[in-house]
């Protein structure tokens, strides 16, 4: 008698920010064993978790086998327990038995902001809720149950990204006004602006040298410039 199991597979991605409007964003990805028998795969559904997210934040979700779109499905309505589900037709697709096969899932989200029905700061969780399918030679009815959420990816009008820049050699010298870290803060594509109301520094302390003593560092300052020449100061910062 055929078995299916399902699990999140490993190539799921980790959370990440992702700017409303996007399309085609990987939120996860699941895969499916069939045990004992060879499966032809005739539905899977999907689950949008209503915790972290609203079914107006994601217009459609598709599955993939590599390449090839196997469905597509728009979460509509009111939410079960804490889920939205959706159930696509699957045709064609035999997996083969005793060997995982890996499915990921494309989310076009919603765009955010005034009229528009995506959430700033939501965070869209869709994971496999089940498969269903018939073996080959038995032709018994499999189901392969849910997987467990991906990380999922944050909804934002606009996110900041930061990149470590060109700093000082390391050494540290006697002196005032040393340069000691430089990076720059870029705001995602799409045309939307961001505005900073904090950014926190870490300092980092090591244990005294025996050739060079202890160094001690004061009045850290922070200053902010448009251009990469650090030339042009951004009015209003220090």
Do not use: C, E
Request: hydrophobic share 35%.
């Amino acid at each position: 008698t055929a078995t299916m199991t399902a699990s999140l597979d490993s190539s799921s991605p980790s959370y990440t920010p992702v700017a409303g409007g996007t399309t085609g964003v990987i939120v996860g990805a699941f895969n499916l064993q069939p045990n004992s028998d060879s499966v032809n795969l005739q539905k899977i559904g999907l689950a949008l978790n209503s915790n972290s997210a609203s079914s107006s934040d994601v217009l459609q979700a598709t599955i993939w086998q590599g390449s090839t779109q196997v469905g597509s499905v728009i979460f509509t309505g009111s939410p079960t327990g804490t889920m939205y589900y959706a159930t696509t037709s699957v045709s064609g697709l035999n997996i083969a038995q005793n060997q995982q096969t890996v499915f990921t899932i494309k989310a076009n989200l919603a765009n955010v902001g005034n009229g528009q029905s995506g959430t700033d700061g939501h965070i869209v969780k869709i994971s496999l809720s089940d498969a269903q399918g018939t073996g080959v030679s038995s032709g018994t009815p499999v189901n392969s149950g849910s997987a467990a959420a991906p990380s999922g990816v944050g909804l934002f009008r606009a996110y900041p990204t930061l990149a470590a820049l060109s700093a000082n050699s390391g050494t540290l010298v006697a002196a005032n006004n040393q340069t000691l870290y430089q990076f720059s803060i870029t705001p995602s594509a799409g045309g939307q602006g961001i505005s900073l109301g904090q950014v926190t520094v870490n300092v980092a302390t090591s244990s005294a040298s025996s050739n060079s003593g202890t160094t001690s560092v004061s009045n850290l300052v922070l200053y902010g410039f448009t251009d990469s020449a650090f030339s042009s100061p951004i009015s209003g910062t220090t």
